[in-house]
């Protein structure tokens, strides 16, 4: 599904790396909920820090599927402003 349309930005890669990865491979409780090992996010993080689109598929995500998922979490987290903006947040809740 195309996740973007003219009036949007477009999703970045480590978002839709990831939720492609998580939703073909992550067929496991707490995908979400659960942390990866902390040296697989990093390494990964720096797979795509460094401009790369990692492969996914190579056994050390594969077998530590929570990474991917807390790389997600790790990128909302810190992004300069909140998903759910502060001016929003009344509506929201």
Known sequence: ?????NCCPSVPQVLKSCTEFIEKHGIVDGIYRLSGIASNIQKLRHEFDSEQIPDL??????QDIHCVGSLCKLYFRELPNPLLTYQLYEKFS
């Open 1 to 5: 599904a195309q996740l973007t349309n």
């Open 57 to 62: 598929t190579k056994d050390i995500y594969i």
